[in-house]
């Protein structure tokens, strides 16, 4: 890497932890997708760790759970149309990616999702196999990574 573009991925991450820039000023973020297995997908996302937010049912026809992680603005919500809506899943490069800090934690985790039936399977990307992480489909075919660093 150049001097320059090692300098660029300094400041980037310099940046990541001033917060958002003042002309998008986001309060929290949510990541919103629908599904046929809403309690299977409970059931996934609290066993890799995350607890339950809140919930809704028969709003206009949708159940909906969000689930995060206390005292954070970053949330997963998962809804369910009374008629059915999701689709297939996507390819196995659509990752949602946790980034877990050691590999004794990756290691828990992955016992955990282990024991409710969820097994590891190949990383599509190689980078993932070569940072050690251990990538597990949900309920719904959606891979999640789970890392052992820390991240960025």
Same mark, same amino acid.
Request: aromatic share 8%.
């Given at each position: ?12 991450? !310099? !940046? ?19 599904? !046929? &297995? ?83 399977? !190949? ?5 993932? &196999? ?23």
């Amino acid at each position: 890497m150049s001097e320059h573009n090692a300098s660029e991925q300094r400041s980037a991450q !310099d !940046d990541s932890t001033q917060g958002w820039p003042e002309h998008l000023p986001v309060t929290q973020v949510r990541i919103a997708r629908p599904t !046929d &297995r809403l309690d299977a997908l409970v059931a996934f996302y609290t066993a890799l760790g995350l607890t339950t937010l809140g919930e809704f049912h028969d709003h206009d026809g949708y159940d909906g759970v969000f689930l995060g992680l206390p005292g954070t603005g970053h949330h997963l919500e998962f809804i369910h149309h009374r008629d059915g809506s999701p689709g297939a899943a996507p390819s196995a490069e659509h990752l949602l990616v946790f980034y877990l800090g050691s590999a004794e934690a990756v290691a828990a985790t992955t016992e955990r999702l282990a024991a409710l039936g969820h097994a590891a399977v !190949d990383a599509e990307n190689p980078y993932w &196999r070569n940072a050690g992480a251990v990538t597990i489909p949900d309920p719904d075919g959606w891979r999640v990574v789970l890392v052992p660093n820390a991240g960025i």
